[in-house]
């Protein structure tokens, strides 16, 4: 029997564990809460409240499909609004279900490859947006820790401070490895050479040559980005708007939860800010899809706004539309894009086909070019206009 690749061995382990930690919830509340209490708590929850939390899931897809179609056509490749939501769900996927979230770039980057942009420029944008995202989220909680630092501290305490501490330190290593990159490349490749020698001192790295040159080759590339966003700062401010609309949109969710119980008692704003930093606090940890530190997070942040009877129907809901809803929409995202992969597939080797029984001396690789071409094809993704000045 084959073995399965590591990277499918990888994907499994990180399933189980989301599984594991579903269960894991699912018992604790069961143990803790009360079953008539939780079940009363789901009936009473108003459907048009819940279906503004959904809401704000589907604003979330939407804006990060669109701001990835527009960056494209910042770097002169049409990409389509449809796919660029599809590209989206699948780095929500792929990010819900491996640690750190380290499988969504590289797939998305192959669902764009089979759109005919090239790996380097759909990395460069990627890589961009995703700072986006990172700076997007830690700025908005730091203009809402500020504005809110009493009600904070008496939320969550002194442990729950240095929880914020430690998160906030992790994620903008993140933010701060970009402003590195563009102050000092030369640091950054330093930096990279004496860490990939440490490894081969302590036996994880065989080749120190080669490990080095691919770390190499990713810099370039991440440096590419950097380049491009301080030669077009219009472009990164817009991207990162409508990153800060994303991350608004997904914290958002617990705020439509809570009203869906019937509790008003608190702002907006202030459950916002509750949420954002529980965010933080939870994306620092190394988990697929922060599992266990979301939920446990939960309910150490949010004890105070959530009544006994209904907290713990609130964590299953939000947690529902936050996580489980990604990976059910992600999960349909991938297998369209693989059924479109597919069906390109085949029109290539039609194409082929056709060349070759009307004796056609065009090469395989000229016959592809014209299946990828859109104008002909009506593909999704092929060069635009030249980039923007």
Known sequence: ??????????????????ALTFVFVVVFIFKTGDLKQIAQAFRSINPYWFAGAVACFAVQAFFEGWSLSLFFRFYGFRVKLWHGIRVGLLGMYYGSITPSAAGAQPMQVFSLKKRGVPPAIAS??????????????????????IMHGSLVYETIGST????????????????????????????????????????????????????SSRWDAALNEFHSSVEMVTRHPLQFLVVFLMSLIESIALQSVVYFVYRGFGLNEHSYLTILTIQFLL???????????????????????????????????????????????????????????????????????RVEKDAAEQGNAESPSRAENQADDPARRGMEAGPGPAPNA
């Open 279 to 349: 965010y933080i606090v939870a994306s620092s940890t190394p988990l697929p899809g922060d599992s266990g530190a979301q939920e446990g997070g939960f309910y150490f942040f949010f004890s105070r706004f959530f009544p006994e009877s209904t907290i713990f129907a609130a964590l299953i809901l939000w947690r529902s539309i936050t996580f489980y809803l990604q990976i059910i929409c992600g999960f349909t995202a991938a297998m369209i894009d693989q059924a479109l992969g597919s069906r390109r597939v085949r029109r290539i080797r």
């Open 1 to 18: 029997m084959k073995r399965p690749s590591k990277q499918s061995r990888s994907r499994i382990f990180s399933l189980a564990f989301i």
């Open 124 to 145: 460069s944008v990627l890589a961009v947006k995703f700072f986006c995202w990172q700076l997007s989220f830690m700025l908005a909680g730091t203009v809402l820790w």
């Open 160 to 211: 729950g401070i240095w929880l914020l501490v430690v998160g906030y330190l992790i994620n903008f290593l993140m933010v701060g490895a970009v402003i590195m990159l563009s102050i000092s490349r030369n640091l950054v490749r330093a930096i990279i050479i004496f860490f990939v020698k440490l490894a081969n001192k302590l036996r994880y790295v065989k080749d120190v040559a080669a490990t």
